[in-house]
């Protein structure tokens, strides 16, 4: 059980090298699931190595419970780590794998027998518990991996992209048992992924990293809602929101060739600052229709351009539409659309599910009506980011 | 058989046949030319130098078994054997040991001169030992080590370390960091991590140079010949040595003797050959 407390945390390489974690600051509550989700080179897993105490921490100050771990050694700071290869050791079984640490801290052999073979029925290890790494298959080694963190009993478990080595149908089941090993340990997880699912449904919160920097930090639905800027928008999703940089014209709405919509969640005050400026308007590619009825709503957003694919995944139809303006937009339609590449096609949107973002900075423009379909969603905890 | 189940056309299968007849040639004619050798002075060394000399390779009759015993108890032999193994086990020991420890470090920490140290090394396997053989001769004498097991062996460590640490080093530096992470979260120190981990993942490696090492300074002759006068002292290459006179050879005896110094090697070799083996394709095969 800990608290874990990220505090201005930065990392340097050499004086006056690149700065890779820059002013992190993050407090993962007891208990809580975080999930650190960027693409690659964000300084995601420098951040959780820093944690683990694998790498310096070139300022700020990581807290466990209160204690300063800055300058404890890794070994001391009772936290245990997956990692994306496994890291099992090659020349011991699996028992000897899920051992080792134990041995270490001078756990009595009956002590080391008992966890080591209630870890292994856990998780279903005990025929292979005789076994070498090499004789077993990806999921049997990443759970070997998962025993080994689970058998110390840490205070913190960090998850370097444990999956990642895993095939789609075995990636599924192991997110299922490590949900499932999270409830029934209540304890603190750091979890690094650049998988967006994994962060949506495995994460009590999220903490989206961009260039080295915490871009936002959230429970998953509330980022997904509310993204914090075009960065955010377009990396939690998929196909990633469709983004377009437009002026905003008249005050309360967008009106170009392409698209034309009335700006329903922002109130005049809001738009003031921007008025006669270029925007960022985002739309998820969910909330793309073709017809305008299907949208719903009485004034409907519109978007009209040239279909130059036509993506049928079986149980959904993605559209790809190049606009007038020459931006490119997908939309995720019912899987029985029929469109023709090269057709001229509207695509319709619910005014209440549009965002914006500032086209100088990227940050969102504070809306005070939520998004549609967050009611549908029923995400927790939405309004805490609504102004 | 073919994708259809049906066999291969005959044409194909005498193409195969013919294939695998000439390989097997090959292999027996190289086995004939490396172990004919080896046969023939094993015949050799039960027989007397007189009888050599009537019938070069006649087989031996009788055997002469004496051979082994006058080389091993009257000729001394059992004294350079016994020095040639203190000195060999000793700095194969010592070789393997910091070899070891030093390819450790090079490859898994960041240090200023890192690079350099290991230039250093390399650059040293590049020249040939004889060039450091009269410098050394002379170390060795002022610091009274000249005429000793110990300055040999310590002129052994010197000579074999680089190659050694060379070698280590890039099996080493394959073993992934993860493991190296794994074992500090784990609760280990770094000397605990290489005695731990290192050690017991790079045996393949170690067993190829330890082997490599052992019959090299196992037949090493010049530096002997050279640091080493007393008789009471000789390894083995220098004992087989003194049945050479200048116009007269026993040849029985080098024959038995030779027989007498490659039982280690050979001993070395059942013993390890499997180590020896991956450790020369590691990383060959994934």
């Not at chain 2, 530096?173 to 770094?190: C, E, S, T, V």
């Not at chain 2, 050879?249 to 390890?272: E, H, K, R, T």
């Amino acid at each position: 059980m800990a608290v874990v407390q990220l505090s201005k945390i930065c990392k340097r390489y050499g004086s006056g090298g690149p700065v890779v974690v820059d002013n992190v600051d993050v407090t993962v509550g007891d208990g809580e699931f975080m999930v650190l989700l960027g693409p690659s080179g964000c300084g995601k897993s420098t951040t959780l190595r820093m944690i683990a105490g694998l790498e310096t921490i070139s300022s700020g100050t990581l807290a466990i419970n209160g204690r300063t771990m800055n300058d404890v050694p890794a070994k001391d700071r009772d936290i245990a780590m997956v990692f994306q290869s496994y890291a099992l050791y090659p020349h011991m079984t699996v028992a000897e794998n899920l051992a080792f640490g134990l041995r270490r801290r001078r756990t009595p052999p009956a002590e080391v027998k008992r966890r080591v073979g209630e870890t292994a029925a856990i998780l279903g290890l005990v025929p292979y518990l005789d076994r070498k790494p090499q004789a077993l298959s990806g999921g049997q080694r990443q759970r070997v991996a998962l025993g080994r963190a689970m058998v110390r009993e840490p205070m913190v478990f960090l998850f370097d992209e444990p999956l990642s080595n895993l095939d789609a149908a075995l990636r599924v089941n192991t997110r299922n048992e490590l949900i499932k090993q999270h409830h029934r340990l209540a304890s603190t997880m750091i979890y690094v992924t650049h998988d967006q699912v994994e962060a949506m449904t495995m994460g009590t919160r999220i903490c989206v990293m961009n260039g080295g920097r915490v871009a936002q930090v959230g429970r998953p639905l509330d980022v997904y809602w509310n993204p914090a800027d075009t960065f955010v928008a377009r990396f939690l999703g998929s196909p990633p929101m469709n983004l377009f940089t437009v002026p905003l014209s008249g005050g309360d709405r967008i009106r170009t060739p392409a698209i034309e919509t009335p700006l329903a969640r922002w109130t005049p005050a809001a738009l003031a600052p921007f008025a006669g400026r270029e925007v960022v308007l985002g739309v998820r590619a969910e909330d793309l229709h073709l017809a305008a009825a299907s949208a719903g709503a009485a004034e409907t957003g519109r978007i009209r351009g040239r279909v130059f694919a036509v993506e049928p995944l079986g149980a959904e139809t993605l559209l790809a539409v190049e606009t007038e303006g020459g931006t490119e937009c997908t939309a995720r339609l019912p899987r029985d659309t029929r469109a023709d590449v090269g057709a001229v096609v509207d695509l319709f949107f619910r005014p209440d599910a549009a965002f914006l973002f500032d086209a100088r900075t990227t940050a969102a423009i504070p809306a005070h009506v939520i998004p549609a379909n967050t009611m549908v969603a029923g995400g927790p905890g939405r309004a805490g980011a609504m102004p | 058989m073919s994708a259809d189940g049906t066999l291969p056309p005959a044409a194909g299968r005498g193409g195969f046949l013919a294939s695998r007849t000439a390989l097997a040639v090959v292999i027996a004619a190289y086995t004939v030319y490396t172990l004919a050798p080896f046969l023939w002075l094993a015949t050799m060394s039960v027989r007397t130098t007189g009888e050599i000399s009537a019938d070069h390779y006649a087989w031996p009759r009788p055997f002469h078994w004496e051979q082994f015993r006058i080389a091993w108890v009257d000729s001394d032999f059992a004294t350079y054997f016994w020095n040639s193994t203190v000195v060999v086990v000793a700095a194969v020991a010592v070789v393997t040991l910091v070899g070891a420890a030093a390819a450790h470090a090079l490859a898994r920490y960041r240090f200023r001169g890192n690079r350099i140290i290991y230039g250093v090394l390399f650059s040293s396997i590049i020249f040939p030992p004889q060039i450091t053989l009269i410098s050394l001769y002379q170390i060795l004498v002022d610091y009274g080590l000249y005429n000793s097991l110990l300055g040999l062996t310590l002129v052994y460590v010197s000579l074999q370390l680089p190659l050694t640490v060379y070698l280590l080093e890039g099996f080493f530096a394959r073993i992934p960091q993860d493991l190296f992470d794994a074992a500090k979260m784990d609760g280990y120190g770094d000397i605990e991590i290489f005695r731990r981990i290192v050690l017991p993942i790079g045996m393949p490696a170690i067993a190829t140079t330890l082997i490599l090492n052992f019959i090299q300074l196992w037949n090493e002759f010049l530096f002997a010949v050279v640091l080493i006068t007393d008789p009471d002292k000789r390894t083995l290459p220098i004992g087989i040595r003194a049945f050479m006179g200048d116009h007269f050879q026993d040849i029985g005896m080098i024959a038995a003797g030779v027989m007498i110094s490659v039982v280690p090697v050979i001993l070395a070799y059942v013993f390890f050959s499997e180590k020896l083996i991956r450790g020369m394709t590691a990383g060959a095969v994934k």
